[in-house]
């Protein structure tokens, strides 16, 4: 029998996360006698990592939208589990749940916030944690809310080659826009060239992103999905059309600088010239609207109509060093380890 283990979190990072500010803990095992009536016992089979998570390793942000990590606590993320016993009649033994849960093998949980996952031969249980999980809700919501993207026009994805990058591509495509998207290594230009993009350019090889986004958008872009914020939307600035629109969905190449050393906007100026739309968005504003999203990402899946691209590691002991490879772009589509 495999010992209950969880992951603590133990040491702010200063700059990039190390696996020293991980501590892998040995807890006591569960079984069906500690369950109370709602609850649910649980034997996690995937778990997310994901870049928003690194902003709840900082002493302090801002701005909050969901609480930081307590130094001794274990860490939290999105989990996908079976459950192995209940007590609530929203699920049975042997059903699939997802939800927030602390990185544990073993754990008992309200079944309150879970939410029912459903793999097949076709559909991967990891799926729920990607592209029919919140990941996927991020890339499709904004766009049906905030994009109005019309067939035609430029789409330019940043961070495109990664978890929600990988699915805003597609479903941009999908509206019938020209897609142009960077990636950080040649070899993540080639798969998103793979995936179907008009135009793919690796943003480390560019001596000038103002000039790279002209020869790729001679017209302008129209929509522009942010992921990584910083110097690259500055640039895009640059190179939108008059009315366009813009979704803040990330800056991940801000996470890691201290408040007084992130990247301050120089080409705002564009954002009146050009009457722009630049709108940030917390998936969950949408909630009422998930079930619908994720039925329509799920049909187009099994139609082959958009491709569920990841990344996976197998072991529970490997869970810090994914979250890092993740956070240095080593995964192409949504990174997720499998026990």
């Known amino acids: 029998m495999t010992t209950n283990q969880e992951w603590k979190f133990v040491a702010f990072p200063d700059g990039m996360p190390k696996e020293s500010d991980f501590e892998l803990s040995t807890i006591p095992d569960m079984s069906e006698n500690d369950l109370k009536e709602g609850q649910v016992l649980l034997e996690a089979k995937a778990i997310s990592v994901d870049p928003y998570m690194r902003g709840r390793m900082s002493e302090s942000l801002g701005s909050k939208y969901i609480p930081n990590f307590k130094l001794g606590d274990a860490v939290e993320?999105?989990?996908?589990?079976?459950?192995?016993?209940?007590?609530?009649?929203?699920?049975?033994?042997?059903?699939f749940v997802t939800g927030i849960l602390p990185w544990r093998r073993i754990q008992v949980?309200?079944?309150?916030?879970?939410?029912?996952?459903f793999p097949n031969d076709k559909v991967s249980v990891t799926h729920f944690l990607g592209v029919l999980g919140?990941?996927?809700?991020?890339?499709?919501?904004?766009?049906?809310?905030?994009?109005?993207?019309?067939?035609?026009?430029?789409?330019?994805?940043?961070?495109?080659?990664?978890a929600v990058g990988s699915v805003a591509c597609q479903l941009?495509?999908?509206?019938?826009?020209?897609?142009?998207g960077s990636a950080g290594t040649d070899a993540k230009v080639e798969e998103l060239q793979k995936l179907g993009v008009d135009a793919a350019f690796n943003y480390r090889s560019s001596t000038d992103l103002v000039a790279t986004l002209k020869e790729h958008a001679p017209k302008g872009i129209?929509?522009?999905?942010?992921?990584?914020?910083?110097?690259?939307?500055?640039?895009?600035?640059?190179?939108m059309t008059a009315g366009g629109r813009i979704i803040l969905c990330g800056a991940i190449s801000q996470y890691n600088s201290k408040a007084g050393?992130?990247?301050?906007?120089?080409?705002?100026?564009?954002?009146i010239t050009k009457m722009l739309l630049l709108q940030g968005f917390i998936v969950t504003q949408w909630?009422?609207?998930?079930?619908?999203?994720?039925?329509?990402?799920?049909?187009?899946?099994s139609e082959g109509k958009?491709?569920?691209?990841?990344?996976?590691?197998?072991?529970?002991?490997?869970?810090?060093?994914?979250?890092?490879g993740m956070m240095s772009g080593d995964n192409t589509g949504k990174m997720v380890v499998t026990l």
């Open 77 to 95: 993320g999105f989990v996908a589990a079976k459950v192995i016993a209940s007590k609530t009649e929203k699920f049975a033994a042997g059903s």
């Open 306 to 324: 958009i491709q569920a691209k990841e990344t996976v590691i197998n072991g529970f002991d490997k869970l810090p060093s994914a979250f890092i």
């Open 261 to 271: 050393d992130r990247y301050g906007l120089k080409n705002t100026f564009h954002v």
């Open 172 to 180: 941009l495509k999908l509206k019938g826009c020209r897609v142009i």
């Open 134 to 162: 919140l990941t996927g809700l991020s890339a499709y919501l904004p766009i049906e809310k905030i994009a109005a993207a019309k067939s035609g026009e430029t789409a330019f994805v940043s961070g495109a080659a990664g």
């Open 222 to 239: 129209d929509v522009y999905f942010d992921n990584v914020g910083g110097p690259t939307l500055d640039a895009v600035l640059e190179v």
């Open 109 to 117: 949980a309200d079944a309150a916030p879970l939410n029912p996952a």
């Open 287 to 301: 909630k009422e609207e998930f079930p619908a999203a994720i039925g329509q990402l799920l049909t187009l899946l």
